[in-house]
């Protein structure tokens, strides 16, 4: 009996290890894999603007403070460019300093992560703000209340609008961003976007909160 009670335990031994290192390299795989998944899991939610999921994957309190760093960086760069010992200079600075806070507001916001991940950071812009999420149709709706369409006219303007893309330039971007994403450290994972080879660039930031959990937690205006 003791022979064999050995034999049982000697032959189950290699099935416990096989399976032990199928859970870690399960575990590691999934762990490598989890910033990649929680930036495709907020993305979606952030389109979608669903707004208890995105809550889930951003870092609210420190993407605002991140926001308000790279925005004064941005403004402070922005008036340092064009001073040249211009007396206007200080009043410019007063004026970037009053747009921080309310610019910092409407990006950190379901619809601010939304822009962030789809290549329309803050640019700094007086009245600046994301754009806001397309307005859902509802056809039933639409032909119950709205009057038949009069007819298009034949010649149409070719011209587009373009008074929607000045007011908020970033709302429109020119051409789909081109998005690199990866570790940057064990604790870290940035993704950056750029819309051309001479364009600027900027990075937002995910930050590990445990081993598998990650949230936007910081923005990159000058990567």
Do not use: C
């Not at 004026?95 to 329309?120: E, K, Q, S």
């Not at 007086?126 to 119950?144: C, M, Q």
């Not at 006219?153 to 990866?182: E, K, S, W």
Request: charged share 15%; net charge neutral; hydrophobic share 45%.
């Amino acid at each position: 009996m003791a022979v064999s009670s050995r034999t049982k335990r000697s032959a189950t031994r290699p099935l416990i290890v096989t399976l032990v290192v199928i859970v870690v390299i399960a575990a590691s795989a999934f762990a490598y894999a989890s910033p990649y998944l929680a930036l495709n899991n907020l993305k979606r939610a952030a389109d979608a603007r669903d707004a208890q999921t995105v809550n889930q994957y951003v870092d609210f309190p420190a993407l605002r403070e991140s926001l308000k760093q790279q925005v004064t960086g941005l403004l402070t760069r922005r008036l340092d460019a064009h001073s040249n010992g211009n007396p206007l200079a200080a009043i410019g600075a007063m004026i970037g300093v009053a747009l921080i806070g309310p610019l910092v507001d409407a990006y950190a916001t379901p619809d601010g992560v939304a822009a962030l991940l789809n290549g329309m950071p803050p640019r700094g812009n007086p009245g600046e703000r994301p754009p806001a999420p397309p307005a859902a149709h509802d056809p039933a709706a639409a032909s119950a209340d709205a009057p038949t369409p009069a007819p298009a006219p034949l010649a149409a303007p070719t011209q587009p609008d373009a008074a929607a893309n000045t007011a908020n330039p970033a709302a429109t971007p020119a051409q789909p961003p081109q998005t690199t994403a990866g570790y940057r450290g064990l604790n870290e994972f940035v993704v950056t976007y750029q819309h051309g080879a001479g364009d600027a660039r900027y990075s937002a930031i995910f930050a590990r909160e445990g081993l598998f959990t990650w949230k936007l937690a910081a923005v990159d205006l000058n990567p």
